[in-house]
């Protein structure tokens, strides 16, 4: 079963299957606050996201728990990225023997799981694929964020 993808989304690409969209429900346009329990990082790659997310019509109050869990994602495991580097790739077992670090696996699960998330808010190219934005605007929009995202900075 393929997953649904986003009216939002549908919407940004242009809905080139020409299908009716489906209705959705009204939900509240103010954009959610950022969760205090987020981590230092968490907060800030929610401050990087959330309000082009938001004003490109893709994060909703609805959201706000999926979206806090990517930013919770995005920061363990640049936290993990960061430990892997420091220890290497590999260490030594309780045997003496050199070992894969197992900060790879917790890497790659992590990665894996962050994909996922960000496939939800159209931050991945395989998600954006297609997506032209409504207007100049939100197209231009799209791509920024998506650059800004690859280079790690915060958004505009």
């Known amino acids: 079963m393929t997953k649904r993808k986003p009216t939002a989304l549908k919407k940004l690409a242009g809905n080139p299957g020409g299908r009716k969209l489906p209705p959705e429900p009204e939900l509240p346009k103010d954009m959610p606050e950022c969760p205090a329990h987020l981590s230092k990082a968490a907060r800030a790659e929610w401050d990087r ?52 670090n197992p900060l790879i696996s917790i890497c790659n699960r992590l990665a894996v799981n962050l994909r996922a998330y960000a496939s939800e808010f159209g931050l991945s190219p395989a998600s954006r694929a297609g997506v032209a934005g409504i207007t100049p605007k939100r197209e231009s929009l799209a791509d920024q964020i998506w650059e800004d995202f690859i280079a790690g900075q915060p958004a505009k």
């Open 49 to 100: 996201l959330a309000r082009p997310l938001y004003d490109a019509g893709l994060l909703t109050i609805a959201d706000r728990s999926v979206f806090a869990e990517y930013c919770a994602l995005s920061a363990r495991l640049e936290q993990a990225e960061r430990q892997l580097a420091r220890r290497g790739l590999t260490v030594q077992s309780p045997n003496g023997y050199r070992i894969a």
